[in-house]
């Protein structure tokens, strides 16, 4: 079974993507204590302005409405700043790399029931192995561990996913049998 390759693949692959998850949970902290840093400052910008700039029951001087303004945006950039590495993983490698992985389980397991020639088929599979690690697996390595230098071939992944998916799309068309087929 020529498909066999990308389900084993794909559960494997979906395992390292998906244990992201808790990844993401870890630094949920840090996004915690940011956030309750900035529900203070804005705040207090919000009892200001409802208060018509005094507090207690005086004008505030322009040199403290400008620290509050300051401390308000400097507690929404520290906000901005913790969530960006959950935002990575979450929308990089985590999303796509799960998405990448349960496509090669649905193609390993399409391949199955497909009755085209045997190089075909291994086209088919290869292509989908390779796009998914120059793809998310690349995502993985930049977001995870800085591997930066990935980006300079990462665009070879999604065309490689694409080809795949236009390829098994002819050959369902072309040999699809709706039943288990030997290669």
């Not at 390759?5 to 940011?34: C, H, R, W, Y």
């Not at 088919?124 to 071939?153: E, R």
Request: hydrophobic letters at 50%; one cysteine or more; proline letters at 3%.
């Amino acid at each position: 079974m020529i498909g066999k390759k990308n389900v084993v693949f794909g559960f494997i692959f979906l395992v390292f993507t998906a244990a992201l998850g808790p990844v993401m949970v870890k630094q949920s902290e840090d996004i915690a204590a940011a956030q309750g840093e900035k529900q203070n400052t804005v705040g207090r910008l919000q009892n200001l302005k409802n208060s018509n700039w005094e507090e207690d029951l005086d004008v505030i001087k322009v040199e403290d409405h400008a620290r509050a303004n300051t401390d308000g945006v400097l507690s929404l950039n520290k906000v901005y700043n913790s969530e960006a590495p959950r935002n990575a993983i979450k929308g990089g490698p985590h999303a796509h790399g799960n998405l990448e992985a349960l496509l090669n389980i649905v193609v390993g397991i399409a391949l199955c029931f497909i009755a085209v020639s045997r190089k075909f088929k291994q086209a088919i599979s290869w292509i989908f192995i390779a796009g998914t690690l120059l793809h998310s697996g690349l995502l993985y390595l930049i977001v995870i561990f800085d591997q930066y230098w990935a980006y300079s071939i990462i665009a070879l992944g999604p065309v490689l996913i694409l080809l795949g998916l236009l390829l098994a799309g002819v050959a369902a068309a072309m040999g699809f049998q709706g039943k288990p087929v030997e290669d």
